[in-house]
């Protein structure tokens, strides 16, 4: 079962692209964000098209998200993240499929850091690790997906220094993430990959692509049971040298059918 996540950074202006990278990483499962799109605006038959169903929690011109499945029906469970009734942001969506359990989630940016929007960052992770915490002794699958605007550590940053002041490398963001970690949350980036430098997020400017000069806040979180079945997680950077693309770029995990399958496979 190979599971996606990738910020589209608008799904109307960017449908080729998700399509194109659909029909060549042929993931079965995906979760999308940052649809930028209200509810009555997704692309719904030209995903069905593509051969997967779709459930999505749309918003007009900002955030959204969508889970999408080609390998059996999506069984929704959650549409928005507990713990603020008067919360109107399109952030998360929840849903299992397959025997697995899948979050799909935008983190907030939190910029300007410090200020309002940054306070609503550190209560929405609050308000996730609250959620999360009924969901990682499950005895099914778990995979927590999405932009987490969150850099975990310097490894995950093309010179730090400069990010010193920005709401994804505060010290109470990142002491947040770890918090997750602690929670029993395994990220299956670092898990395979613990010291290589891995990106999932460059600037449209200065070549920032090219110069590999980016940022790791896409990331894949598993619990226990999902964690024995890993056999890879990857990064998938052909999509962000394409033209009219994201700024994100996908990346994903393959769950093998057995516990304790470790056998890596990589896109071709």
Not at 22 to 48: C, G, H, N, R, S
Not at 126 to 137: F, Q
Not at 204 to 225: C, M, T, V
Not at 241 to 267: F, M, N, Q, Y
Request: net charge positive.
């Amino acid at each position: 079962m190979k599971i996606a996540t990738y910020n589209v950074n608008g799904i109307s202006g960017r449908l080729p692209v998700l399509l194109r990278w659909l029909a060549l990483a042929e993931p079965d499962i995906v979760v999308l964000q940052e649809l930028k799109a209200p509810q009555e605006a997704f692309p719904k038959a030209a995903i069905e098209a593509a051969g997967y169903q779709a459930i999505w929690h749309g918003q007009s011109r900002w955030n959204g998200v969508a889970l999408l499945s080609r390998v059996g029906e999506i069984h929704e469970t959650r549409r928005g993240l507990p713990g603020d009734p008067k919360d109107e942001q399109s952030r998360y969506v929840e849903a299992a499929v397959g025997g697995i359990l899948v979050a799909g989630l935008y983190l907030p940016n939190g910029n300007p850091c410090p200020g309002p929007k940054f306070d609503y960052k550190l209560d929405w992770m609050e308000r996730l690790h609250a959620h999360l915490r009924s969901l990682v002794n499950l005895k099914a699958p778990v995979v927590v997906a999405g932009d987490f605007n969150v850099i975990p550590t310097e490894v995950d940053v093309y010179k730090p220094e400069r990010w010193k002041d920005d709401a994804l490398f505060a010290t109470e963001a990142k002491a947040a993430y770890r918090r997750l970690l602690d929670q029993g949350w395994v990220d299956a980036i670092r898990h395979l990959h613990p010291k290589e430098t891995i990106y999932t997020f460059w600037h449209y400017w200065r070549q920032s692509f090219e110069r590999n000069a980016g940022i790791r806040i896409d990331h894949l979180l598993l619990n226990k049971p999902a964690t024995k079945r890993l056999a890879a997680a990857e990064v998938d950077l052909r999509p962000r040298g394409w033209e009219k693309t994201s700024d994100h770029t996908p990346v994903w995990v393959e769950l093998g059918d057995a516990p304790g399958r470790k056998t890596k496979k990589k896109i071709s």
